[in-house]
């Protein structure tokens, strides 16, 4: 069984954000969320790396674990979705979860929440495949038309991949070896000291 995964390639990635800007205008994402960030670590500074950041779609995902409504689901292809019908914006998600994906908007005063948002791997919702109720509270489902997500499509580089994470990891796989050795990716050489 496929398991839909992301991966970043920080020797790819040039921060130009195209990955941010193809979500919210493919799922006409409302301002002040967003289900997707580029994160740079050590900005300014010789040998930054820069990485696109998203729900990981988690095989055991702790935002699932923590809803008191159990708003959230896995698909078949291991993709976390929740249901907006359901959420009633605790925000125990949002704490729980340690990419920070489930976002919420500003509804009213004294930073009352609504429904939470994030990403949905262009998979949509719970509502039938591109239903209007769908593409109104999720965007466009474009797994159901076959296609990827378009974070991934549309990134320059090739340093966001997506799909089943068998084939992803031997793609990364594939290029690290080209590279010449283990990836040097997010502080390897601290967390792994020799």
Not at 85 to 106: H, K, M, S
Not at 112 to 124: H, I, L, V
């Amino acid at each position: 069984m496929a398991r839909m995964k992301f991966l970043c390639d920080a020797e790819r990635c040039i921060e130009c954000n195209a990955c941010v800007t193809a979500c919210k205008n493919e799922h006409e994402v409302p301002w002040g969320i967003n289900r997707r960030r580029v994160v740079t670590i050590d900005d300014g500074i010789p040998g930054e790396k820069s990485i696109s950041v998203a729900c990981m779609h988690c095989s055991d995902a702790p935002c699932q674990a923590v809803c008191p409504v159990d708003c959230f689901y896995t698909t078949a292809d291991g993709i976390v979705l929740h249901d907006k019908d359901i959420c009633i914006g605790c925000g125990y998600c949002f704490y729980a979860c340690p990419f920070g994906a489930p976002q919420y908007p500003q509804e009213g005063a004294f930073g009352a929440r609504g429904k939470m948002d994030k990403c949905t791997f262009c998979a949509g919702g719970p509502e039938e495949d591109n239903s209007t109720a769908e593409v109104e509270k999720y965007g466009r489902n474009r797994l159901a038309e076959g296609k990827l997500p378009l974070c991934a499509e549309m990134c320059s580089t090739k340093a966001l991949i997506a799909g089943d994470g068998d084939i992803v990891a031997d793609l990364f796989r594939s290029r690290v070896v080209r590279r010449g050795g283990r990836p040097d990716n997010w502080g390897w050489a601290t967390a792994y000291k020799d």
